[in-house]
């Protein structure tokens, strides 16, 4: 495939290899002194490249920005060689507060809580503290209840662009049942009157006790 500037595209790629985070077009772009279009453009060339060469990584945007991600053909290999972050498993009481979080956001504890049916205090303290879920705001027809919505790391973690980019709520639902009874407790949980804070709070008023089943690490 022939490339205009194959500086750049080296270049690009050196900062994708390098960098831990998502990354912007318009940052590349100032660093590289050259414009924002020419670098977006490199980088769908990139990505395209690697797909049609079936490479052992990918070139994704995700999270407003772009990051190399390993092949999903390679998981398993990968994950048997090395166990890091990306590889940690979470528990079935992570992911359903996590669906809920994500599903609903911002929504309290006690919202989670109505849907699980259980108490989910030490299962969301274990997401933020993973920085997957984050303080949003408080709720103040709630007892100025702490409200939660996910973060940057979390789509950048399950590889979305944006919260648009969710699957369907029945891809998480065993049966027609279930779908239809979170569906109704996630309307119940509709209404509230919100103040949402551009800067995480610390969680205050925290008194029940918490859930046991939290989330564990693979291996």
Sequence with gaps: MSRENTEIVGAIEALLFVS?????????????????????????????EYAEENRGFQLREVAGGWRLYTHPAYHNYVEEYVLSWDTRRLSQAA?????????????????????RGVNSEAVISSLIEKGL?????RDKNAG??????????????FGLKDLTELPPLA???PDPDTERAIRERLNALEGSVLTIDEDDEDETDIDDEGERDDVSDAG
């Design 20 to 48: 831990d985070e998502p990354v912007t077009a318009s940052r590349v772009a100032k660093i590289l002194d050259v414009s924002a279009s020419a670098v977006e453009g490199a980088l769908r060339v990139l990505a395209a």
């Design 95 to 115: 992911l359903e507060a996590l669906a809920v979080v994500a599903y609903h956001q911002p929504v309290t504890r006690q919202g989670v809580n109505a849907v």
């Design 133 to 137: 879920v984050r303080e949003a705001g």
């Design 144 to 157: 100025n209840a702490i409200l939660y919505g996910t973060t940057r790391t979390f789509l950048e973690r």
């Design 171 to 173: 891809e998480f639902a």
